[in-house]
DNA sequence: GTACAGATTGAG
DNA sequence: TCAATCTGTACT
């Protein structure tokens, strides 16, 4: 059974979309071909009280006005000059709220070509790399668009395997929200970035 | 206008 | 351990 993920998924909160996202397949389609991954990492950024979100205290900048746009849109920006993230903006409109995808685990894949296969995917820089995700990609209604999408292959991924730790690179918005464990990856999974 | 640091990565 | 290199913010 495969369908693709709706308006209804994301429109809720943000901690039960980035926990249900993973087992979950993020599908790009470009030049006619289909690229897929199984989502194994997310990171949920909840403003505008977190301090670590780019929405806090309802802070907007041309960047990140699509953080605020109803669930299920792409939030993309550039980190260091050279690194794409890829978020999917969550709940209701006007809320800086979104899920960060950290890493992810390749289809296509021979088995003896995981650890090779690796280090294409296991990093938020390293997936849009991957996937070919570019600023061309802002703002896009992963509902409706024809060349990204999230689709359930049935997967189910049990609460049991489910880790949850500290999110990373946000040192700087303070212990309180530094430690906050809103950082859940598949336990045991290869792809989950390093650290 | 200038200075600075960040939701990263890979090389040394 | 550090450089690569773009963008928003906080200054001058």
Redesign the pocket.
Known sequence: MIKRLTRKFFVRPTLEVAKDLLGKFLVRKYKNKILAGKIVET?A?I?PQDK????YKM??????RA?YLIGGHV?I???????W?L?ISTEKRGLPR?V?I?ALEPVIIEENQKSKNK?LT??????C?YLKLD?SFYGEDLTKSKRIWIEDRGIKIKKSEIVARP???????GKYWANKKWRFYIKGNLFV?KK
């Not at 296991?122 to 997936?127: A, Q």
């Open positions: 990171e950024y403003g670590a979100s780019h929405g802070k907007r900048t041309k960047r990140n953080e939030y920006y550039l980190v260091y000059g050279m690194y993230q978020n979104c960060l950290r280090k296991s990093g938020p820089g390293k997936l790399r600023k999110r990373i690179g946000i040192d700087y918005a970035s």
